[in-house]
């Protein structure tokens, strides 16, 4: 095996070392080309022969000499040699052909176990897979099942919601009907006591035409009441009240939640707390000191005394309503029928009482007889009642109105629904019964002449950043000053001002530890105060 080449010589050191990788493709290819090549290599030496043959002939001829010189044997021989090299250069054109077409299958076989490498790496991935399939396979059955699951919630969903209609439908009728039926009953009420009254004053100007006795009011000079209220005003007006300046004293913790009530007794000796930790306490005004306590199962919201002192009326969140017998602090009498939060209450006198909750209703009660003779509803909230011990009662509203009603019938007399821009806290009558001072979260004092019905004051209160919802306005007994709690400039205050529309600005102000809620006035002149966080405290003027 000589001149071979390198190709070859690769392939034969392949061979040698018996790399069977590289062997067996090439088996074939070297067997067939040493084929070729051992023919090639005897029609060359054929060729040669033939070559030498003809050039010792072309020798002869020119020599003239030997009978080879035919030039006709010498035209076969260069047919043959030219017949041998087409021959041989077919073969090597072959030999070239089945190289290249087995270069190009070994280049598809090495193509081809690259791409089982490949598949038996997918295969590998594929096995791997094959848990998490098994898994998607359970997971696709659990989504399956949640689907139907959750159309099914759907449709009950779908069906609550269309009960949830129906029954609102329902309350809102039920609702009507049993305001409509509380409308009736209270109509029903006021009519036998309308028709009580006038067999009573039938009764008497029957006994008294008996008696020869002429009808009393007959006699009664109507200007006499605007004549005493006047001077009732002329007498307090010169018993000028000083500003509290200091505290004289203080109880805390008299309470364990914040304080929502505070009444004064009408001789000034006692007042009562009430407060959301369920208790009514009892004070002495002089001396600070408890004096009792009334026990309750909910919340107080109000404590109010009647004008006689006699009793004590105590309400709470629940609804409830009892009034308490002053000489030994006991039970006379439970007003039952408000189903809601009591807002509001006053006396119109010892023997009747109104009272309004958060369902936005008011009563009006018969104490003896421990019945509602009245009930008005009103479109918005109650916030505060107060009244001035006539005819009129005066409400705070959450849609920031003033409204007054008429003590007897509970009929509106007059509404002020754009008294203030806010929540009114809290209504409070005069003195002298003929104004009254509203507060509001807008941050306002305003005084009222129910006369006319017309802003007399108003008052911006200074730096106020806000107060309580049910924070509670007052005036001192002179009608001079007006006092509420407020926080402002950060800071826990109560605020006093004068009620002169010609000098309503801020007088003084007395710095408060807790936010406070609550204020009022006593006769002598110093100012309770009761707070967020259950503590009371007396301002005044030491002597």
Known sequence: MTDQPPWM????????????????????????????????????????????????????????????????????LEGKVSDLQDQQRR????????????????????????????????QEDVDRLRP???????????????????????????????????LADENIILTDTTLKCKQKE???LNENNDLKRKIQELSSQLTNSQAGIADPTMFVDPHENSRSSQFQ?????????KIPTQLLKELPGCHTNDVTSISVHPQGQLFASGSSDRLVKIWNTKCLSEKNVLRHTTGITHVQFSPSGDYLLACTSDGAADIYG????????????????????????DKTVLICSANRTIKRWDIARTACTKTTLCWSSFQDLATNGGSVVASAHYDGG???????????????????????????FSSCGNKVLSSSKDGTLKLWDIRTYNAILSTELSNCEGMLSNAKACLSPDDCFMAIGVVANGENQIQIYDTKPSSSKLRYTLPSSEQVCQVAWLDSGSLLSAGSSGSIQCWGNPE
Not at 46 to 62: D, N, T
Not at 145 to 166: F, M
Not at 233 to 241: E, G, K, L, S
Not at 326 to 349: P, S
């Open 91 to 122: 073969w090597i054109d072959d030999a070239r052909i089945i190289i290249d077409t087995q270069k190009e299958k070994t280049s598809l076989q090495e193509e081809l176990q690259r791409n089982q490498k490949v598949t038996e790496k997918l």
């Open 326 to 349: 002053t000489a030994n602090w006991r039970v006379t009498t439970q007003l039952v029928g408000h189903t809601c939060k009591i807002t509001g209450t006053c006396f119109g006198d």
């Open 186 to 188: 209270a109509e029903s």
């Open 9 to 76: 010589l690769h392939i034969h050191a392949a061979i040698t070392s018996r790399n069977e990788k590289y062997v067996f493709p090439f088996e074939r290819i070297i067997t067939g080309w040493q084929s070729l090549h051992d023919l090639s290599l005897k029609q060359t030496a054929e060729i040669a022969e033939l070559k030498l043959q003809k050039s010792e002939l072309q020798r002869q001829v020119r020599n003239g000499g030997g009978g080879g010189g035919d030039p006709t044997y010498i035209r076969d």
């Open 233 to 241: 005003v002329q007498q307090d007006t010169r018993r000028v009240m």
């Open 132 to 166: 998490f399939e098994e898994s998607c396979s359970v997971l696709q059955k659990e989504r399956t099942h949640l689907d139907s699951e959750l159309t099914q919630l759907r449709k009950e969903h779908a069906v609550a919601i269309r009960e949830r209609k129906d």
């Open 402 to 428: 003033v409204r007054f009603w008429d003590t007897q019938t509970v009929n509106s007399v007059e509404e002020l629904t754009n008294a203030h821009s806010q929540q009114v806290t809290s209504v409070c």
